[in-house]
């Protein structure tokens, strides 16, 4: 996919609409003819309409933001795999179900049993859990497949230091809102379905790592479904608001308000409400941040050499990662200072 069609669909996904980008063609210096042009090839391009049906994939190297890595645009029709019932209403409503049914049964049985949590199955807990990261990712792929997407683009990458995988839906926006939603939220449902097979494996063969792996799978699910971190929550809810960097806009509002103390329309409020819990969710996040990087500290500082462990181990891990954290956290409030200009300048001009 050349530079030029990526800057159209990034200006789709902007803007949510064909005609909005149409008249906004000069921006990345074409006609309105061309404009329509261009979203007819790409449509064309992306959707199951289209001709060529076996190219060749496109291979890229991303680097953005934190993260590094390779990317690849082909065909969906080598993704053999077609499961299109699975986004059915009601086989959705049954596997949620049975999902939380299990999730309690696994609940009350392990009240009265210990658990332990890295035993000696934890290299197999990591594998399963590791699987959990690409079948996410399997699920984003398969939605779009089933929702008229010709052509998907994967990759794989570091992201804060961590190796990552990941799914470029930019495409996804030559589709209706729904389906959008559907495969936003794709990579969560089918976590939940392989945490259903995790809790049914512990329930037949009594295997505590499948409870184990099944239990943090759906820990790692509520998690992808925070709006605060850039997550598939957070792009799910700005995808549902229709509101393009819901993060800079929200707090755009919310210095308006501020400073104009004009009464607030709802979407309007909406931003607000959004800026303040946003913010309020990441200053307690550092807090707690801070309390517990105190505590692994001292932890390490008071060994000695002469004892290093499985338990030293797992605190140095911990340390590693909230530190890792924390310089996400800082890097986000050196983001903030370096674009106060730009939010100064919006609430000014507005």
Not at 135 to 151: F, N, P, S, V
């Amino acid at each position: 996919m050349c530079s030029m069609s990526y800057a159209v669909l990034s200006l789709l996904k902007e803007r949510n609409d064909e005609y909005s980008v149409i008249e906004a063609s000069s921006s990345v210096h074409l006609s309105p003819n061309e404009m329509a042009e261009k979203l007819v090839f790409l449509r064309d391009f992306f959707t199951v309409s289209g001709k060529n049906e076996h190219s060749k994939g496109v291979v890229h190297f991303i680097r953005e933001d934190a993260l590094v890595g390779v990317q690849i645009t082909c065909d969906a029709a080598r993704w053999k795999l077609s499961l299109p019932s699975l986004f059915t209403p009601k086989v959705i409503g049954v596997l949620i179900g049975l999902t939380l049914s299990l999730l309690l049964v696994t609940a009350v049985q392990e009240a009265f049993s210990t658990m332990v949590l890295f035993s000696s199955s934890t290299y197999w807990m990591l594998c399963l859990l590791a699987f959990s990261t690409l079948w996410h990712e399997l699920g984003h792929i398969q939605a779009a497949k089933d929702y008229g997407l010709k052509r998907i683009s994967i990759g794989a990458g570091i992201y804060y230091f961590f190796p990552v995988l990941f799914t470029d839906m930019t495409s996804a926006y030559l589709l209706e809102r729904p389906k959008r939603l559907v495969i936003g939220l794709a990579g969560i449902y089918f976590e939940w379905i392989y945490a259903l097979i995790l809790l049914s494996c512990f329930q037949i063969w009594g295997v505590q790592v499948f409870a184990q792996a099944g239990l943090i799978v759906l820990i790692k699910s509520f998690y992808n479904l925070n709006p605060f971190f850039k997550t598939d929550g957070y792009w799910v809810l700005s995808d549902f608001l229709q509101i393009h960097q819901l993060r800079d806009s929200a707090y755009q509002c919310l210095g308006r308000f501020l400073v104009s103390k004009n009464t607030l329309l709802k979407d309007e409020r909406t931003l607000c409400i959004y800026a303040l819990v946003h913010l309020s969710f990441y200053i307690v996040f550092a807090v707690f941040l801070i309390q517990r990087l105190t505590v692994h500290l001292r932890q390490i500082f008071a060994l000695s050499l002469y004892e290093l462990d499985l338990g030293t181990v797992k605190i140095g891990g911990m340390l590693a990662i909230e530190f890792l954290a924390f310089f996400h956290l800082f890097k986000l409030l050196l983001q903030a200072i370096y674009s106060l200009p730009k939010y100064l300048a919006g609430v000014t001009k507005n």
